[in-house]
């Protein structure tokens, strides 16, 4: 058995707003504003579906009582088997609660839990109210009974007996299988303590609980909720919100099921078991007049809906439009078949492949998706009718890249802490100290988590006890060193102040001039009140003028507004705002820097000069042209090229001797400055036709280093000399993926295809045979013919490992160390290879490299690290449409300044969305 | 989270009349009876990383007359104060949607969480873990609720991640799901933070000589983080919120706070930080020591390095290469027997500490006997990666509670093909013993997600 993470209404609003986004797309809908969403977002979702792939469920025949067959299956709920059952997926009704908001159902991937979904009730019910006699309750904390909800006397009730916060849950056990689709929440004689958000979730064992049926915000003493006819045995409410002082109370809790009012009848479902749920056009003839009731499982008869015309997605600005569907008083459209696609793709393939408008597998056809399944360990748990197949298929070969730039979701950055590049840099700059000065290592700083590739992202950057300890000892050591230096302490002392009483004028002017810098951003008199409340107390212990000014400086260097930068949210009910010019200036200067802005970045910022995109870029140049731009080249060389892997790994039992590990470190980090510096262009990181050597890494390669002394000069190789050149023929990548005594295939098509096409094969699974290659001594084969005999046959492994060997294999020449070798343990070298997702093939380094700069992957992938860099925190699905505009933008091959240019004036770096 | 503070200003005009007013009485905290009636009660886990081979860990019999494995001999010594739990299983670690990535972060994270991570959200997923509880239970009665430490930093490449963050790799201990008590890996630095100085006779703090207040200035920032919660989204403050509170934790054990509590403390002087792995560790046992000894926190968590650390070495035993790859032995005799050279060793360090423990005499026993440790790692075995049939082991009688020098065998459901069985016996069911015995019952712990607790009864076997 598996559990699903309990999702978040943001999650499911993404995932709404998402499904939405499609048909907009489709150009079924003219808007997507909020206003819109919830009745445009009903006609979306897919309709019930059998609960197991058993028989086929009765139709009720005389539009009032169902007769629901029982399953003749037991659903496998309490099996450890990963078996998966579908979603419960109503189809919502037209709701009367405005903030309520019906879910699109996200099918159950593979690896979901089994997701209780409604079987017949046992026994014929009738409509109207729940008999509540055998009821039982249970709550996650309880102030007062809980049968005072259900005793029919509205002055008790049950509460949570603590302020609402998300998670609070109360459920029932009917006791037996029941229909319903309203929910009562009362508590009139409670007025406030209505539930600020709320979740309805069904369960068949009161264990398994799957995603929410229904979800929606309460905003009156009685909370109505109108959902689609469901069965289950169990029903539980969860509280989403938080409100300050209230308790969560109910009075009364009644349950129903009415009669549906709504004209529009469910369309039907295909039942599938284990993948999104299709629409199908109804081979069922169309009922009677009246409306039937129906529970969830039952198909129900579908109304003659207009079939959608295909839509092709084409990249264009202007989405063609497409007819609407007729219009009906309550609007229900079917699905094309791209969106069905899509939903399909989402269900089953998302995970590994990314988003469908940057996937890989585009223009997969159905045998290959069959192939894929049957052979893949990974996707053994996929199963698709030959209908999904179809549409997904279709979804596959009609995708194209749909964005245009005003669709642009910005995101949002939670406040970041620095990290210890951005603090050291920080303070250098603040201050003046020299290149070098390192508060981070001298005062010992926790190292920064990385999260989603690097190190600055903001999820990341935690704060425990032992940061503060440390921020207040680098505090206190920073401002002892400043005033250890005449020239730092007299930049910091613009005026004279006396000892024997507080120069409040004196100690004002000091912040004036050197808290908008500490702070990076104008200051107002609050903060510059904080910090004299400070001084003044320095005073009363007996501090003379310099320890006030001290203490003022160590209060500032601990407070959020240095140690964090943050971007406040938008004013209520906005759904994004642009960001200031001092957060753009903030912005700008930590992904170019890693450091604070400086005079002229922050004087243009004060000028209301940063708004617009001219702006921007003329500051871009500038700041590029500054030396202070070599920390990004340091980071992206340290984190997106993984040098820093350089101190993991061990050769005949040791780490790397020190001086080596720097000059390897120091030949990929020149070529990446090339590339920020516009002397290469992206793909120059790949094929330049030079590097970087001093005598040492000569002598590692076995190059002639005569001339070469330790540093690290300019190396043009001869033309046809294709053995070295670019990021992948260089010692850090040919030896952080390799083993100690042997290269690694494996390691080495993983890093190309994880790092330069942002296309990972999936982590391996455990307890897996490992390859031990034959010892040098006793090799029957090369290294290669030892893997592929190891791998022959096995076709679960092979399934990812194909793709990781056919780029693996092109480094065949290249040894443990990064060795040119003529020939493996004197057996023949075969280094051809293949870009398995492309169907490429190619000879060696030079070949793998230009299958990879005409590989699309690549820009985007550019553009993804570069973005994830940038703005320090998680990629949104959202983010990636916007790097395919970007990447078709920029073509298959650009400049890095032109890239940062186009960073630096993107919507996801001058705006945040609200956090909802 | 709401917790009363002083304002600045009371704050303010109180360091100028006298800054040696009772700090925890000022901040609201309890302050610990001069007179405890019975000894106190310490809770350490001390963590090995990459799982141990089983097949020389388990005894092969059970209950008290079992022969010690070759990797516990040298816990013969302590035989009576020790109990071999096996069979105990974490499943919360085994709950995600990617079935294999981040095996190691799911087995470290959630080990004394015991609940499920979650990738993919815009912030790290955790729950609060045992020590944790433990220290917010025993806050105010010795300087430091809680002390985190390890031997050495893991992996800072960025290789930690593996689809999770590296935060769940580092650390054990989590203050809440967003929060992790990162660890000390310096033995001086450590020192200092349970001493408040370089030696544990301490130092005299006269504001007169230092006037620049820490603690006044800690008030402010706290101040200003309040304000700036009227203007920051929930997430930001939740950001912030974990700054406040840390600074809450190190204004209790700046020197100018009264010493709490102090045991009979040996006068020693910190540690100078050894430059080896080997000599480290054992500076932490000596600390680890100390710290119960002169009773300067009931609470430790110990690191002795993290999971997946690749750059990790034991060349001192004459083992070459990276234990974490070693550690996938793919059945190898020759991985599988360095992997118990070093899993031997790890137990060594751990009996010396014991050794130590019982050399403490206290009350009617000795401080050993006044604690209730465990010694666990991530996985069983660490090519397999599976959260079941896990090593654990406690020491320490719990001051009574814990009935030792049993192998005590629970029966394993979980299967190969990494599918766990939630009939296996939670290892949070050892934790709710662990709450019971601090006096705190608690009727679960963990979750395996979706508000469903996992732990819901104590072992009764290890019950005196």
Request: charged share 20%.
């Given at each position: 058995m598996r559990l699903l993470k309990r999702p978040t209404p943001r999650l499911l609003s993404n995932k709404l707003s998402q499904a939405i986004a499609y048909a907009c797309l489709s150009g079924l809908l003219v808007s997507c504003g909020g206003e819109q969403l919830e009745s445009e977002g009903e006609g979306l979702i897919p309709a019930a579906v059998s609960p197991t792939p058993g028989p086929a469920v009765a139709i009720p025949v005389d539009g009032q009582t169902p007769t629901p067959t029982p399953s003749s299956s037991p659903t496998p709920f309490s099996s450890p088997s990963p078996a998966p059952a579908p979603a419960a997926s109503p189809e919502p009704v037209a709701t009367q609660t405005p903030a309520a908001t019906p879910i699109p159902v996200s099918s159950p991937t593979p690896s979901s839990a089994p997701i209780p979904s409604p079987t017949p009730a046992a026994v014929a019910q009738d409509f109207g109210m729940l008999d509540r006699s055998y009821w039982l309750l249970s709550a996650s904390s309880e102030e007062g009974d809980l049968n005072n909800a259900i005793d029919d006397d509205d002055t008790t009730r049950w509460s949570t007996g603590e302020v609402q916060e998300p998670g609070q849950w109360l459920s029932i056990d009917f006791g037996e299988m029941k229909t319903f689709n309203i929910v009562d929440l009362e508590s009139e004689a409670s007025p406030d303590d209505y539930p600020r958000g709320y979740e309805i979730y069904v369960s068949l064992d009161g264990v398994n609980w799957g995603e929410p049926i229904f979800y929606g915000e309460g905003n009156s003493a009685t909370t109505s909720i109108e959902f689609d006819d469901v069965s289950a045995s169990h029903l539980r409410i969860v509280q989403t919100s938080s409100v300050e002082r209230l308790w969560w109370s109910i009075h009364e809790l009644n349950v129903f099921w009415e009669e549906n009012t709504s004209p529009t009848p469910t369309p039907v479902a295909t039942p599938t078991p284990l993948s999104t749920p299709i629409i199908t056009p109804s081979p069922l003839p169309t009922p009677a007049v009246t409306p039937t009731p129906v529970p969830l499982v039952t198909p129900t008869p579908v109304p003659v809906v207009t079939p959608t015309p295909v839509i092709t997605p084409t990249p264009v600005v202007t989405p063609t439009p497409l007819p609407l569907p007729t219009p009906t008083p309550d609007p229900v459209f079917n699905l094309t078949d791209y969106e069905q696609g899509v939903l399909v793709y989402e269900a089953n393939c998302e995970f590994c492949h990314k988003p469908i408008t940057v996937s890989e597998q585009l223009g997969r056809s159905q045998f290959e998706i069959t192939e894929a399944i049957r052979t893949n360990t990974f996707m053994q748990s996929i199963s698709l009718t030959d209908e999904e197949l179809r549409v997904l298929e279709y979804a596959l070969n009609n995708t194209e890249l749909p964005v245009t730039l005003k669709d642009v979701v910005p995101g949002y950055v939670i406040a970041r802490r620095l990290n210890q590049v951005e603090y050291d840099n920080t303070v250098r700059d603040l201050f003046g100290f020299a290149a070098g000065y390192s508060p981070s290592q001298d005062y010992n700083f926790a190292q920064d988590g990385f999260r989603s590739g690097f190190n600055n992202n903001a999820a990341g950057l935690t704060l425990a006890p032992l940061d503060v300890e440390n921020y207040l000892k680098a505090a206190t050591g920073i401002v002892d060193d400043v005033f250890a230096s005449?020239?730092?302490?007299?930049?910091?002392?613009?005026?004279?102040?006396?000892?024997?009483?507080?120069?409040?004028?004196?100690?004002?002017?000091?912040?004036?001039?050197?808290?908008?810098?500490?702070?990076?951003?104008?200051?107002?008199?609050?903060?510059?009140?904080?910090?004299?409340?400070?001084?003044?107390?320095?005073?009363?212990?007996?501090?003379?003028?310099?320890?006030?000014?001290?203490?003022?400086?160590?209060?500032?260097?601990?407070?959020?507004?240095?140690?964090?930068?943050?971007?406040?949210?938008?004013?209520?009910?906005?759904?994004?705002?642009?960001?200031?010019?001092?957060?753009?200036?903030?912005?700008?200067?930590?992904?170019?820097?890693?450091?604070?802005?400086?005079?002229?970045?922050?004087?243009?910022?004060?000028?209301?000069?940063?708004?617009?995109?001219?702006?921007?870029?003329?500051?871009?140049?500038?700041?590029?042209?500054?030396?202070?731009?070599?920390?990004?080249?340091?980071?992206?060389?340290?984190?997106?090229?993984?040098?820093?892997?350089?101190?993991?790994?061990?050769?005949d039992g040791e780490l790397l001797d020190e001086d080596l590990k720097a000059d390897i470190e120091q030949e990929v980090y020149m070529l990446v400055r090339d590339a920020v510096d516009g002397e290469i262009t992206m793909q120059g990181l790949l094929n330049a036709p030079y590097t970087y050597l001093n005598s040492n890494l000569a002598n590692h390669y076995g190059i002639d280093g005569s001339g070469l002394s330790d540093e690290l000069v300019r190396y043009d190789f001869n033309a046809g000399d294709t053995q070295r050149g670019g990021l992948l023929r260089m010692a850090s990548f040919l030896m952080i993926n390799a083993h100690p005594e042997n290269n690694s295939p494996v390691r080495r098509g993983k890093w190309v295809l994880e790092r330069l096409l942002c296309s990972p094969p999936p982590p391996p699974p455990a307890n897996i045979p490992s390859f031990e290659p034959e010892d040098d001594g006793e090799a029957t084969g090369s290294l290669r013919t030892q893997t592929e005999a190891f791998f022959e046959g096995r076709d679960s492994c092979n399934a990812c490992h194909n793709a990781m060997h056919g780029v693996g294999f092109a480094f065949e020449h290249y040894d443990e160390n990064g060795r040119w070798q003529a020939d493996d343990n004197s057996f023949a070298i075969d280094d051809s290879g293949e870009l398995f997702s492309t169907g490429v093939s190619f000879v060696g380094v030079p070949g793998l490299v230009q299958a990879v700069t005409e590989d699309s992957r690549l820009a985007s992938c550019v553009v993804e690290k570069t973005f994830a860099y940038a703005m320090g925190r998680d990629l949104l699905t959202s983010d990636y449409e916007v790097f395919g505009f970007y990447a078709s933008q920029l073509g298959v091959d650009f400049n890095m300044k032109d890239l940062f240019k186009v960073v630096s004036t993107s919507p996801l770096m001058t705006q945040r969305s609200s956090e909802e | 989270m709401k917790v009363k503070k002083l304002s600045r200003r009371a704050c303010l005009k109180g360091m100028g009349v006298s800054i040696a007013l009772p700090w925890l009485e000022i901040m609201g905290m309890p302050v610990a009876s001069a007179q405890t009636s019975s000894d106190p009660l310490r809770f350490l886990t001390f963590y090995v990383p990459n799982g141990i081979r089983m097949s020389e860990w388990k005894p092969s019999s059970e209950g008290t007359n079992f022969s010690m494995p070759s990797i516990l001999q040298s816990l013969e010594p302590h035989r009576d104060s020790v109990n071999i739990i096996s069979g105990l299983a974490n499943y919360p670690a085994s709950v995600t949607d990617s079935r294999w990535a981040g095996s190691h972060a799911r087995g470290t994270g959630a080990l004394l969480t015991q609940t499920p991570l979650v990738s993919g959200t815009s912030n790290l997923v955790n729950g609060k873990s045992l020590d944790q509880v433990l220290a917010d239970e025993l806050r105010g009665q010795t300087n430091l609720a809680s002390l985190e430490i390890g031997a050495r930093e893991g992996s800072s490449s960025g290789n930690c991640e593996d689809g999770f963050s590296c935060a769940y790799l580092h650390n054990l201990s989590w203050r809440d799901g967003d929060t992790p008590m990162k660890k000390i890996v310096s033995p001086s630095q450590a020192f200092q933070r349970l001493f408040g100085s370089t030696s544990t006779a301490g130092e005299t703090v006269n504001p007169v000589t230092n006037p620049i207040s820490e603690s006044s200035i800690l008030d402010v920032v706290m101040e200003r983080i309040d304000a700036l919660n009227g203007v920051l989204g929930m997430e930001d403050k939740a950001k912030l919120d974990q700054y406040l509170t840390s600074i809450r934790e190190v204004e209790l054990s700046l020197p100018t706070s009264p010493s709490v509590s102090a045991g009979s403390c040996p006068l020693e002087d910190a540690p100078s930080d050894a430059d080896d792995y080997e000599n480290g560790v054992s500076q932490m046992i000596d600390l680890i020591a100390l710290a119960f000894q002169c009773d300067k926190t009931r609470v430790i968590t110990y690191m002795m390095e993290d999971s997946l650390n690749t750059p990790s070495r034991y060349s001192f035993l004459g083992i070459s290469g990276s234990f974490h790859e070693l550690s996938h032995h793919g059945n190898s005799e020759s991985n599988l027997s360095d992997i118990q050279t070093i899993n031997t060793w790890e137990v060594e360090q751990f009996s010396s500490l014991l050794t130590k423990l019982s050399g403490m005499a206290e009350g009617d026993g000795t401080v050993l006997d006044n604690s209730f440790i465990l010694f666990t790692s991530e996985f069983g075995d660490g090519d397999n990666h599976y959260h079941w049939d896990l090593p654990m082991l406690t020491a320490g009688k719990a001051g009574g509670y814990l009935q030792a020098g049993q192998h005590i065998s629970y029966d394993i459901n979980s299967r190969s093909a990494p599918e766990p069985s939630l009939d296996d016996v939670p290892m949070a069911n050892l934790f709710l013993n662990v709450l019971e015995a601090f006096g705190i019952p608690q009727t679960t712990f963990g979750t395996i997600g979706d508000g469903q607790p996992y732990g819901t009864s104590t072992l009764s076997e290890i019950k005196a």
């Open positions: 005449s020239a730092m302490s007299s930049a910091v002392l613009v005026c004279s102040g006396d000892d024997d009483s507080l120069s409040t004028a004196c100690l004002t002017s000091i912040l004036d001039n050197i808290l908008p810098r500490i702070y990076r951003r104008a200051v107002t008199d609050s903060d510059k009140s904080d910090l004299l409340g400070i001084a003044e107390n320095t005073f009363l212990l007996g501090g003379g003028f310099t320890d006030q000014v001290k203490a003022m400086l160590i209060n500032a260097l601990l407070m959020p507004d240095f140690l964090f930068r943050m971007e406040p949210p938008p004013t209520l009910g906005d759904s994004h705002r642009s960001l200031t010019d001092y957060e753009i200036a903030n912005r700008l200067s930590y992904f170019l820097w890693s450091s604070m802005p400086d005079a002229e970045l922050f004087e243009t910022a004060a000028a209301g000069s940063l708004s617009s995109e001219e702006d921007i870029l003329a500051q871009v140049d500038r700041m590029l042209a500054d030396s202070k731009s070599d920390t990004l080249a340091q980071q992206l060389t340290k984190q997106w090229f993984q040098t820093l892997a350089l101190d993991e790994i061990f050769r | -």
